[in-house]
């Protein structure tokens, strides 16, 4: 179990135990407590030595994974500094906003989604004005957005990065998923091998030994194998381009590519 | 040893101290002193200097940074002016491989007239001629007086107090007693020597039009070099033990070159039986190995020296613990420090800069602020390793020429003769020399 998911894992019951201070300034329409507690969030989300360092460090591996094969198959421009203007992108569990941000840097449309609420208002919170134009976010799960017909077909790319180790049902998301690419549209997937390996490293060795997350936040059985994902995504009608495994290495804070799918592997499917 | 342990643990140390920006993210966002007005700025680069100013160039000159708003300050009043009747200045410095290919780049190397070993108030005139044609041109009189770590930024205030100044990154190029440095509380480490530097401007006794070889002697008071100029100038670069550096301080310059000559020819400053074994050695090499004939070369008669330009360093090495920290970078010698052997602290510093814009150039390619401390890091990793390890270098080499235990003596004698005779041995290390940065 790599420290990317404790660092995921963790965060969730703290976020929802983080209680208001209930002071309310009469004279403001904005609740300064509510613009504190995003703000304390925001920097939460967004300290790279913090919590969620390794999902900062994975954006060295992830982004020009991602930017690499969207060229790939449908480049658009020829722009050295914004190479994925004109993409439309839906970032799924986008939580701060970690990785929807770069991708926008990089010249992307995308719009970020999460179920937790309060991930959209930090996200919100941090989003920098300049990328304003073009960065979205919307508190909204996969289920509901693929009911609301103007989003049909309407994505290049999908992204689930660290998400699908927390879906029931990963044959549905997948169908949901297919539902809003446009055809040749491509679905980016990082997440958790379901192996011995990261049930003795990811649930008892963290969970019951460490205690570096509370006993029960993980359930191996959602784990998923990367047969299991190939066989899933060819029957909602994809073909799976790209399957590697990821390394992390804890001391450094480094992610690497690796042959070894055994913990962490990430997934580029193509839509026919 | 104690030291060895300490550089190990400074080492180990690299990435284990974590960094808190998010205690002050909380500040509240009243102005200091509303009085003076704030300048938003992408890069705001301290020191004017040679790396400093090779720095700014470096991004101005860069396709990915060509939109960012550059800032360059200097805490002088003056900038360097070149006329070409100008005396030969003390320091000079011999550009590495790495070096000529970072002003390749940069669009200086034709300016500096292609040669490898160069003034450096030349070099920092060519440099800032070429930031005239990027439009930036150093800010004098501004030191920095403190910052802050903001949400997304740092605020600069400036000793004048004139302007403020928010920056995304801070690059602290201040020189070796950087006060960003100390302002950061960044600790250093340091050992210091009972040796001296003595730099001086020579004039040879002939026109030498083939003057293009640097020459050095391995003396047991340590190591005497001289880097050619021009056809009738060389540099020198003269280590010597503490007591001896006021005498040779206090010669006139008469006394002085008699001295540069003594010490490039004679052997006055050898021990007599180290001698012996060395030429014993030498012998029986040429007997295994002739000579290379390209190898044999006369030392440079010495007639004068420029006046005012001899001067004397005392021989110190730096290193900060920490190259970044948030949204703030150390280049140069306020990260690192050798002394000044022939401008290899330069050429270090030269390389800083080669590396914090490949790193700056992926971050901004990955999408990722530029002054994502996750990429800062990896700069830092890179120049740490590559740095220490020349320290370390530097330090073993004046610690095998401070003693004067005798089979010590004996042996770096006999090594460095073995070094002499065996050529491919010695193309090898000069290689070393010219690429190492």
Request: glycine share 4%.
């Amino acid at each position: 179990m790599s420290i990317l998911s404790y660092r995921f894992f963790r965060c969730i019951p703290r976020l929802r135990s983080i209680t208001l201070s209930s002071r309310q300034s009469s004279t403001s329409t904005i609740d300064p407590a509510e613009i504190n507690r995003f703000r304390q969030l925001s920097s939460a989300w967004w300290n790279e030595t913090g919590e969620y360092a390794a999902l900062h460090s994975l954006n060295q591996l992830r982004i020009p994974f991602i930017r690499e094969q969207l060229l790939q198959s449908l480049s658009k421009t020829n722009d050295p500094i914004k190479p994925l203007k004109d993409f439309k992108l839906l970032d799924i569990g986008c939580g701060g906003g970690i990785l929807t941000e770069p991708l926008v840097r990089l010249g992307a449309s995308v719009l970020g989604i999460d179920a937790v609420s309060e991930n959209i208002s930090t996200a919100e919170f941090h989003a920098d004005p300049i990328l304003k134009k073009d960065l979205n976010y919307k508190h909204v799960t996969l289920e509901e957005l693929s009911e609301n017909a103007e989003q049909i077909e309407k994505y290049d790319g999908i992204i689930a990065s660290e998400v699908l180790e927390h879906i029931n049902n990963v044959d549905g998301f997948i169908g949901n998923v297919s539902k809003l690419l446009k055809p040749k549209g491509l679905c980016f997937i990082t997440t958790l091998n379901q192996t011995m390996a990261s049930y003795f490293l990811g649930i008892i060795a963290a969970e019951y030994v460490f205690r570096l997350v509370p006993p029960g936040t993980h359930s191996w059985n959602k784990f998923i194998r990367p047969s299991d994902l190939i066989t899933l995504f060819d029957k909602n009608g994809f073909t799976v381009l790209l399957n590697n495994g990821m390394f992390y290495n804890p001391l450094t804070n480094r992610w690497s590519w690796s042959d070894n799918k055994i913990i962490n592997y990430a997934l580029c499917a193509i839509k026919n | 040893m104690r030291q060895l342990l300490l550089l190990r643990r400074s080492l180990i140390a690299v990435r284990f101290s974590s960094y808190s920006t998010s205690s002050k993210a909380t500040i509240s966002h009243d102005l200091p002193n509303t009085s003076i007005p704030t300048e938003n700025v992408d890069i705001t680069i301290a020191g004017g200097g040679l790396v400093g100013s090779a720095m700014a160039l470096a991004f101005a000159s860069s396709p990915i940074f060509k939109n960012h708003k550059i800032v360059l300050l200097e805490s002088q009043s003056k900038l360097p002016k070149v006329s070409k009747n100008q005396s030969y200045s003390n320091r000079v410095c011999a550009l590495n491989a790495q070096s000529i290919n970072l002003f390749e780049k940069l669009g200086t190397w034709d300016l500096m007239k292609s040669i490898r070993v160069q003034k450096v108030s030349r070099m920092q005139s060519c440099l800032l001629e070429r930031l005239k044609q990027f439009n930036i041109e150093p800010r004098l009189n501004s030191r920095v007086k403190s910052f802050e770590n903001e949400e997304n930024s740092i605020r600069i205030k400036l000793q004048d107090e004139k302007i403020n100044l928010r920056t995304g990154l801070l690059i602290a190029a201040d020189g070796y007693q950087s006060s960003i440095r100390e302002m950061a509380r960044i600790p250093t480490m340091q050992w210091n020597y009972d040796q001296f530097g003595i730099v001086a401007t020579l004039q040879l006794a002939d026109n030498m039009p083939d003057n293009i070889v640097a020459w050095q002697r391995f003396l047991p008071t340590g190591p005497v070099a001289c880097l050619p100029l021009s056809n009738t100038h060389s540099s020198l670069v003269w280590t010597v033990p503490k007591s001896m550096h006021k005498t040779l301080m206090n010669l006139s310059d008469e006394q002085f070159v008699d001295e540069v000559n003594k010490a490039f020819t004679s052997d006055v400053y050898k021990k007599n039986g180290i001698i012996s074994i060395t030429e014993r050695l030498r012998s029986y090499w040429q007997q295994v190995i002739p000579v290379s004939s390209t190898l044999l070369q006369y030392p440079p008669v010495i007639i004068n020296i420029q006046p005012k330009s001899r001067a004397a360093f005392p021989l110190s090495l730096l290193n900060s613990n920490q190259y970044v920290a948030p949204r703030l970078v150390l280049v140069g010698d306020s990260a690192h420090r050798i002394h000044p052997m022939a401008g290899q602290g330069v050429n270090m510093g030269f390389g800083d800069i080669v590396c914090l814009m490949k790193i700056l150039e992926q971050a901004v390619r990955d999408g990722a602020d530029f002054s994502s401390l996750t990429y800062l890091v990896d700069y830092e990793r890179q120049r740490q390793l590559q740095c220490l390890a020349r320290l370390l270098s530097i330090d073993s080499l004046n610690r095998l020429y401070s003693t004067k235990f005798s089979p010590i003596v004996a042996l770096r004698s006999v090594g460095l003769s073995f070094v002499n005779e065996f050529s491919p041995l010695k193309k090898f290390f000069a290689k070393q020399a010219a690429y190492s940065s």
